[in-house]
Each structure stands twice: as structure tokens, then as C-alpha cells.
């Protein structure tokens, strides 16, 4: 299986790097290409055998599964570059929730998928949301959840709910890593404590807690009721939890889907040059 990326940045690199790492892939598998040719070569020069190549059409031939890591607003100029080099039998995957696969299978005359990675999948975790083109075979999907699953857990979504899911997947890490921060600052402020030491604490406290609610099988609700004795500390802290952070999460929530919704109308204007309804 040959692999082509087009852009490298956070997430093009993060997958690249972890592809190999993962041995998913040898770096001879891949071809990438950036706008800034120069980041492309630093990625060669960091998994000798990896191809950088200063065209996107360079980064399709030849190549069987192509992932268009790239802003929302630039799809429409780079799936116009590249269209006239694409075969049918070729797999574009869209690592962006909005752009459509109906707009995508407007512009190619290949395969389309869409994949929403996370962060999660530098460390061979997490979910990898995964929804595919009406042009997919059963063999097709079957080949690209192999690929995916030396990283992740591949999971099918219904693209209606992309933001949700994005939300929970690959926004969430950003989430709770932020309310870490906020534990760990008031731990060294109201106890003096040495932030490193706060910091170790609490993220092997954070990695238990995922153990214990994917192979624990337990659900936030029961372990809280694990560890929250009635009338206790636990209890009355989360008490106060409940109290101050009623409806925060709604607003976080409504606050990606407006953006969300925005990001649709303006890739709508890019593709079609006009605004057009979206999951």
C-alpha cells in the first residue's frame, strides 16, 4: 500500500509519524507534500526513505490512499490541482469534519472517505471517526480500518453528527487537559505543593481513569459512586462541581457547533460560491 499526504502540519505530521511508528507503514510507503516545501524535506530527513515531493499532483500517482490534510478553506484549490491526476480506484480521505463527502465526491472522480483523527492516536489510543463516500466497497472500507486500527479504534459515524463526536474525540483531549491545568494550578496555590509533583499525580490519576472506564468497563457514573463515600470529601467536592459547572459543558458544546456552522457556509461559498445546507 502506497500513501500520499498533502500537507504535513499538526495533524499530517502527527499521523505520518505515528503510521510509522506504529509499523503500520515503512516511511518508502509514503509520499508527502507541503505548501512550504522545505517542512516536507525535514520529514524525509527525519524517516529516511519517506518521499517528499514539492506538488500535490506528485503526492496522487502512484498512490492509493491519499489524505488531504489541509484547511477547510483550501480543499477546493488543492482537490482542483489534483482531480485530472486521480484514478478511480484511489482513496481520498478528508481529515476535516466541514468539508461534505458530497462536495468531495463533486469534485473527484475517485473514492472518498472522511477520517477525524485525534490526538489520541500518537499514542496508539483513542477513536478514529471514520465515514465513507457511497464509492466505497466493502474491501475498500475493510483495507482503510486496517490501516487505521494500528493507531486507533476505527469507528463509523453518521456524518450528521461529525461535530459532536469531533467534539468528544478530538476536541476533548484539549478539554480535560485544560481542567487538569486548572486542578494542578490549584493544588500548588492553596497547598504549595511542587507543580511537577501535581502534575505527575494528576495525569497517572487521568490515565487510570481512562483504563477504568474503557477495559474497567465502568461508567463515569459509577466510579464517582466507587470513590464518593456519602457524606464524605469526595462527595462534597463533587457536589460543589455540580453546583458551578451546571450547563458550562451546553455552552461549550453550542459554542463548536456555531463555529462548526460557520466553517460550513464558508467552505459552501469556496466550492459552490454560494451558501448551501449542511449536516
Do not use: W
Amino acid at each position: 500500500m502506497n500513501v500520499g499526504f498533502i500537507g504535513i502540519g499538526s495533524m499530517g505530521s502527527l499521523l505520518i509519524d505515528t503510521f510509522i511508528g506504529s509499523g503500520a507503514l515503512k516511511p518508502s510507503q509514503i509520499t508527502a507534500s507541503n505548501r512550504t516545501f522545505a517542512k516536507a524535506v525535514c520529514l524525509a530527513d527525519r524517516h529516511p526513505g519517506l518521499q517528499a515531493v514539492p506538488l500535490n499532483r506528485d503526492a496522487v500517482i502512484d498512490q492509493d490512499i491519499i489524505f488531504l490534510c489541509v484547511k477547510p478553506l483550501e480543499y477546493k484549490n488543492v482537490l482542483d490541482g489534483i482531480r485530472d491526476a486521480l484514478l478511480p480506484n484511489q482513496l481520498i480521505i478528508s481529515i476535516t469534519s466541514p468539508v461534505l463527502l458530497e462536495q468531495l465526491e463533486e469534485s473527484v472522480p475517485c473514492k472518498v472517505a472522511k477520517v477525524i483523527p485525534s490526538i489520541t492516536n500518537y499514542m496508539c489510543s483513542g477513536t478514529a471517526l471514520c465515514m465513507y463516500g457511497s464509492r466505497m466497497t466493502d474491501a475498500d472500507i475493510l483495507r482503510l480500518n486496517g490501516l487505521l486500527s494500528y493507531i486507533s479504534e476505527p469507528l463509523q459515524i453518521d456524518e450528521a453528527h461529525a461535530r459532536i463526536v469531533s467534539d468528544l474525540s478530538s476536541c476533548g483531549p484539549a478539554f480535560m487537559s485544560f481542567l487538569l491545568q486548572k486542578f494542578i494550578d490549584a493544588a500548588v496555590e492553596e497547598t504549595g505543593i511542587s507543580r511537577e509533583q501535581a502534575r505527575v499525580i494528576a495525569s497517572e490519576m487521568l490515565l487510570g481513569t481512562g483504563q477504568l472506564l474503557t477495559s474497567g468497563d465502568m461508567t463515569p457514573e459509577e466510579l464517582q459512586a466507587r470513590v464518593a463515600v456519602p457524606g464524605g470529601i469526595t462527595m462534597q467536592a463533587l457536589a460543589l462541581l455540580d453546583r458551578e459547572l451546571d450547563g458550562v459543558f451546553n455552552s461549550v458544546i453550542r459554542t463548536t457547533h456555531a463555529k462548526y456552522h460557520e466553517d460550513l457556509e464558508r467552505v459552501a461559498v469556496s466550492f459552490y460560491g454560494k451558501e448551501v445546507n449542511g449536516p
